[in-house]
């Protein structure tokens, strides 16, 4: 039988109280430890700021603000429609761009979306292979990219590792796709967004640009950007741009409502007004000078990490980068790059693994390491700091479970915090 609630009873006796967790505690104060005393080059992580967590966690987390300003499927939402609309205005005038949807959970959503807006079911797509750098959602049988539609793959010239844009073209008329897919996961070079424009037209294709990885950097006008090129843009705020994990969507005004149809309500329910809050400020701070230095620090760290790593015997893929990003061959060290990957982490240099164009070997045995530079970026290194770590990568593979390299690496990440103070993308006086 339920008991009643009668009125001698507290009238607060419903209301959530905020009791300690010690087991949540217990792990929270571990991923502090782990982040203090590991060098991160996870090329698609960064560390947001306080003022990004705050947001998050903020009083908008509560608030259900189902479709779109002023077209709500809830009351009380006028400070949503407000940060919304904010947030849009922001990554419009930050990237040139016509129409902005800040609503995606996340870079893959971005990507579903756009897919939603220009393709059926058994379209034909032109995409990066997997194999040579292109993303999960660029055409593997694993996703819904390679489950729904017909996805031819071009790749990179074995001679250079560069995009093959003579192949593109050819691939392109055979195959005459709905949508030509630009971009990529594990390419460190800057894209030639006019040339896929080019060829997108020459065949009637919707051009894609999935610049989720590198995005940022044409924030800051380090490199080129896809926006005055593609039809539509797939972005993400956290990476380069140093916010919250979280997609957005740039595109034409003639696809507006296509776009926007296709996050809601075709792909997804209520936006999380928090993270949107956190999106609004990260476009913001990304139109600042700062932030513009930063993406240029990030680039010069990674040809310097590069470099510094092709002097240890790890040949850069494609010859170096224009990006944050690093791809380099590890088979001077006799490894995979999955034990490459495993003996770093036990020595506190946290670095991904990827496959090596042409290498005929399984995916788990692929040669290619994956770095980027962004976190070490943030916490205030330079370039002499990554002569340091390419000489420890390089360590930790040829002396597994070394405690010598473990407490250089830990010294290294002790001399930089980054994590109580502003990243390097706030600090003007860092320019």
């Known amino acids: ?47 947001s700021s306080p003022r990004v967590r705050a ?14 300003p002023g ?23 930050l990237f040139g761009a016509q129409h902005a949807n800040v609503q995606p959970y996340s870079g893959t959503s971005a990507v579903l979306a756009a897919a939603a807006a220009l393709l059926r079911p058994g379209d034909s797509v032109l995409a990066m292979s997997l194999a040579h750098g292109g993303h999960l959602t660029h055409g593997s049988h694993a996703n819904f990219s390679g489950r729904w539609f017909s996805v031819t793959a071009y790749g990179v010239r074995k001679s250079d590792g560069l995009i093959d844009l003579d192949q593109v073209r050819d691939l392109a008329r055979k195959a005459r796709p709905k949508v030509l ?23 009637g294709a919707h051009l894609l640009a999935d610049a989720s990885q590198t995005l940022g950097l044409s924030a800051g006008g380090t490199i080129p950007s896809p926006v005055p090129y593609a039809d539509v843009v797939c972005g993400v705020t956290h990476k380069v741009l140093g916010g919250p994990r979280g997609g957005f969507l ?33 476009l913001g701070r990304a139109a600042t000078p700062a932030f513009a230095g930063y993406t240029r620090r990030c680039v010069a760290n990674a040809r310097a ?30 490894l995979t790059g999955r034990e490459v990957e495993q003996r770093c982490e036990r020595a506190g240099l946290l670095l991904g693994h990827c496959a090596v164009p042409y290498e005929d070997v399984p995916p788990a045995s692929a040669s290619g390491v994956r770095l980027g530079t962004l976190c070490v970026t943030t916490q205030g290194m330079g370039e002499p ?34 994590l109580s103070t502003k990243p390097q993308c706030e600090e003007s006086a860092s320019l």
């Open 1 to 47: 039988m339920a008991t009643l609630v009668t009125s001698d009873e507290p009238a607060r006796a419903a209301a959530f109280t905020d009791e300690p967790d010690a087991a949540l505690d217990a792990l929270l104060d571990a991923e502090r430890e782990r982040r203090r005393t590991q060098i991160q080059l996870l090329a698609g992580e960064n560390l």
């Open 55 to 68: 947001l998050l966690g903020s009083d908008f987390a509560d608030k259900y603000a189902e479709g779109y």
């Open 71 to 93: 077209r709500r499927h809830h009351t009380g939402c006028g400070p949503a429609d407000a940060v919304e609309e904010l947030a849009v205005e922001r990554a419009k005038a």
């Open 181 to 203: 897919v630009a971009g990529a996961i594990s390419y460190p070079r800057a894209i030639d967004w006019e040339a896929f424009r080019s060829i997108a037209d020459e065949v």
């Open 250 to 282: 740039l595109c034409t005004r003639e696809l507006t409502e296509r776009v926007d149809r296709a996050v809601f309500p075709f792909i997804q329910g209520g936006p999380m007004v928090d993270q949107i809050a956190a999106k609004a400020y990260t």
């Open 305 to 334: 990490l590069a470099g510094a790593l092709d002097g240890h015997g790890l040949r850069p893929l494609t010859g170096g980068t224009d990006t944050h990003l690093v791809t380099v061959d590890a088979r001077a060290l006799g």
């Open 385 to 418: 700091e990554m002569q340091e770590i390419a000489a420890l990568i390089r360590a930790a593979g040829k002396e597994p479970n070394s405690g010598s390299v473990t407490e250089r690496v830990r010294s290294l990440a002790e001399r930089f915090p980054g």
